[in-house]
C-alpha cells in the first residue's frame, strides 16, 4: 500500500517516445505466489516465429539465417506485511492477447498499489490492460509509436471509468502502477506513483554475468521515474491546480505521490494519471526484469534487489521460490511494515545460427 499519487504535462509526453521444490523452500503460507512459464520464437522484425536474414553490409552473399527462442517465466508474491488488509493487486499474463489475437507475441505484468482500499487496484486490475488492447494495442507489426499511444489512452480510460465508478459507489480510493508490456521482442514499462521496475543487465551479452573479481556484473536499471508531491516538476503542476504541498512533502498534508490512478478528491489538486512510459530491446544482456511496489523498495535498493534474485537464480532455485524470498526477506529481514508485492520476470534467450 502507498500514500502516493502523480501526474505528467503534455510536453513530457511528447518526449515519450524449472526445476522441483527443494525441502526448504516449502510454501510459506504467509506469502501467495504464482507461475507462469512460456517458450516462443521470434525475430527482431514482426516476432513471428519466422527465420531473419541479416546481410552484412554490401556482402549479400554472406546472409546469416537466425532464429532466435525466447523463454520467459515470471512469478508474483505478495504479504500484507503489518496492515490490516492487502490492498496491492497484481497481473501476470503470458499470453495477454485476451480477445485480440495476432502474430506479435504479447505478454503483460502489472502490479497495481493502493490507498485508501483496494477498491482502485482491483478496478485496474481488471480494466487497464483490456483498455490499452481496445485503443489499439498493435498484434501484427510492432508499432512503438502507436503502442505507446495505446498505453496512455489506456490509462486515460481506466482513470476516466474509475473516477466515474468511485463517484457512484461513494468511495474515493487510488492506486499506483507499475505496467509491463513485452510485445514480441520490444519491452514497454508504464508507471504513475512510486511503484518502480528495476533490469538486473549485464556488461557483456555473456550469460554467466561473472566479474574477473567475482562477483556480480549485473547492473540494476531502473526503467521507471517516480512522481512525488514534493519534487519540483510535479509539485508546480499541484500549485498550479491550487494544490499546497505541505512541509512533509504531501498534498494537502496527506497525499505523497503525485500521479495515481483514481483518488477522485485530489484530482482537481493536480493529481493526474499519465504515466511515464520507457521501452526497449531485449538482448542477450537483459536476464530478468523485478516489478515492486513502494514496500518492496522501501527496504531494498535495486542494485541489492538485483543481487539477491540473481544469487538465488544461480543456486538453482525455482523462480516460484524466489518470489516468496524476496517479499519474505523484505518484511521478515528487513522489516518492512507496508504491503509487499514483487513480480520478477526471468528471461532465457538461446540463439542457433547457421549459414
Same mark, same amino acid.
Request: proline share 3%; glycine share 8%; charged share 30%.
Given at each position: 500500500?502507498?500514500?502516493?499519487? &502523480?501526474?505528467?504535462?503534455?510536453? =513530457?509526453?511528447?518526449?515519450?517516445?524449472?526445476?522441483?521444490?527443494?525441502?526448504?523452500?516449502?510454501?510459506? *503460507?504467509?506469502?501467495?505466489?504464482?507461475?507462469? &512459464?512460456? =517458450?516462443?520464437?521470434?525475430?527482431?522484425?514482426?516476432?513471428?516465429?519466422?527465420?531473419?536474414?541479416?546481410?552484412?553490409?554490401?556482402?549479400?552473399?554472406?546472409?546469416?539465417?537466425?532464429?532466435?527462442?525466447?523463454?520467459?517465466?515470471?512469478?508474483?508474491?505478495?504479504?500484507?506485511?503489518?496492515?490490516?488488509?492487502?490492498?496491492?493487486?497484481?497481473?501476470?499474463?503470458?499470453?495477454? @492477447?485476451?480477445?485480440?489475437?495476432?502474430?506479435?507475441?504479447? @505478454?503483460?505484468?502489472?502490479?497495481?498499489?493502493?490507498?485508501?482500499?483496494?477498491?482502485? %487496484?482491483?478496478? %485496474?486490475?481488471?480494466?487497464?490492460?483490456?483498455?490499452? !488492447?481496445?485503443?489499439?494495442?498493435?498484434?501484427?507489426?510492432?508499432?512503438?509509436?502507436?503502442?505507446?499511444?495505446?498505453?496512455?489512452?489506456?490509462?486515460?480510460?481506466?482513470?476516466?471509468?474509475?473516477?466515474?465508478?468511485?463517484?457512484?459507489?461513494?468511495?474515493?480510493?487510488?492506486?499506483?502502477?507499475?505496467?509491463?508490456? /513485452? !510485445?514480441?521482442?520490444?519491452?514497454?514499462?508504464?508507471?504513475?506513483?512510486?511503484?518502480?521496475?528495476?533490469?538486473?543487465?549485464?556488461?557483456?551479452?555473456?550469460?554467466?554475468?561473472?566479474?574477473?573479481?567475482?562477483?556480480?556484473?549485473?547492473?540494476? $536499471?531502473?526503467?521507471?521515474? =517516480?512522481? &512525488?508531491? $514534493?519534487?519540483?516538476?510535479?509539485?508546480?503542476?499541484?500549485?498550479?491546480?491550487?494544490?499546497?504541498?505541505?512541509?512533509?512533502?504531501?498534498?494537502?498534508?496527506r497525499l505523497?505521490?503525485?500521479r495515481a490512478?483514481?483518488?477522485?478528491?485530489?484530482?482537481?489538486?493536480?493529481?493526474?494519471?499519465?504515466?511515464?512510459?520507457?521501452?526497449?530491446?531485449?538482448?542477450?544482456?537483459?536476464?530478468?526484469?523485478?516489478?515492486?511496489?513502494?514496500?518492496?523498495?522501501?527496504?531494498?535498493g535495486p @542494485?541489492? %534487489?538485483?543481487?539477491?534474485?540473481?544469487?538465488?537464480?544461480?543456486?538453482?532455485? *525455482? /523462480?516460484?521460490?524466489?518470489?516468496?524470498?524476496?517479499?519474505?526477506? %523484505?518484511?521478515?529481514?528487513?522489516?518492512?511494515?507496508?504491503?509487499?508485492?514483487?513480480?520478477?520476470?526471468?528471461?532465457? *534467450?538461446?540463439?542457433?545460427?547457421?549459414?
Open positions: 500500500m502507498t500514500d502516493i499519487a &502523480k501526474s505528467t504535462s503534455k510536453e =513530457e509526453i511528447e518526449k515519450l517516445e524449472t526445476k522441483p521444490k527443494r525441502e526448504a523452500d516449502v510454501e510459506d *503460507p504467509d506469502v501467495t505466489t504464482k507461475k507462469f &512459464k512460456t =517458450e516462443a520464437a521470434a525475430d527482431s522484425g514482426d516476432c513471428t516465429g519466422r527465420k531473419l536474414e541479416a546481410g552484412n553490409g554490401d556482402e549479400e552473399d554472406k546472409i546469416v539465417k537466425r532464429e532466435v527462442e525466447l523463454e520467459i517465466e515470471a512469478d508474483a508474491a505478495e504479504d500484507k506485511g503489518s496492515r490490516h488488509t492487502m490492498e496491492d493487486a497484481w497481473v501476470l499474463l503470458l499470453d495477454a @492477447s485476451l480477445d485480440s489475437p495476432g502474430k506479435l507475441r504479447c @505478454s503483460h505484468f502489472a502490479i497495481y498499489d493502493g490507498h485508501g482500499g483496494r477498491l482502485a %487496484a482491483d478496478y %485496474a486490475q481488471k480494466h487497464l490492460h483490456t483498455n490499452v !488492447l481496445s485503443a489499439g494495442l498493435p498484434r501484427e507489426l510492432l508499432d512503438v509509436k502507436a503502442t505507446k499511444k495505446a498505453i496512455l489512452d489506456g490509462f486515460r480510460k481506466t482513470d476516466e471509468s474509475l473516477l466515474q465508478e468511485s463517484s457512484a459507489g461513494g468511495w474515493q480510493d487510488g492506486a499506483t502502477a507499475v505496467c509491463l508490456w /513485452i !510485445l514480441g521482442q520490444t519491452v514497454f514499462v508504464a508507471n504513475v506513483g512510486d511503484a518502480k521496475a528495476v533490469v538486473a543487465r549485464s556488461l557483456t551479452a555473456d550469460k554467466s554475468s561473472n566479474n574477473p573479481n567475482g562477483g556480480s556484473s549485473l547492473r540494476a $536499471i531502473v526503467l521507471t521515474r =517516480e512522481h &512525488k508531491a $514534493i519534487f519540483p516538476q510535479e509539485r508546480a503542476r499541484i500549485q498550479k491546480a491550487g494544490g499546497v504541498v505541505g512541509s512533509n512533502g504531501r498534498l494537502q498534508g505523497e505521490v503525485s490512478l483514481g483518488d477522485r478528491q485530489f484530482k482537481k489538486l493536480g493529481v493526474i494519471a499519465i504515466p511515464d512510459i520507457h521501452s526497449f530491446e531485449l538482448t542477450d544482456r537483459e536476464h530478468f526484469i523485478i516489478l515492486g511496489c513502494d514496500g518492496l523498495w522501501g527496504v531494498f @542494485s541489492d %534487489a538485483v543481487d539477491f534474485v540473481q544469487k538465488l537464480l544461480k543456486d538453482g532455485l *525455482p /523462480i516460484t521460490s524466489i518470489s516468496r524470498r524476496l517479499v519474505r526477506e %523484505a518484511i521478515r529481514e528487513r522489516r518492512c511494515k507496508d504491503n509487499c508485492t514483487a513480480i520478477i520476470i526471468v528471461f532465457k *534467450p538461446k540463439l542457433l545460427s547457421r549459414k
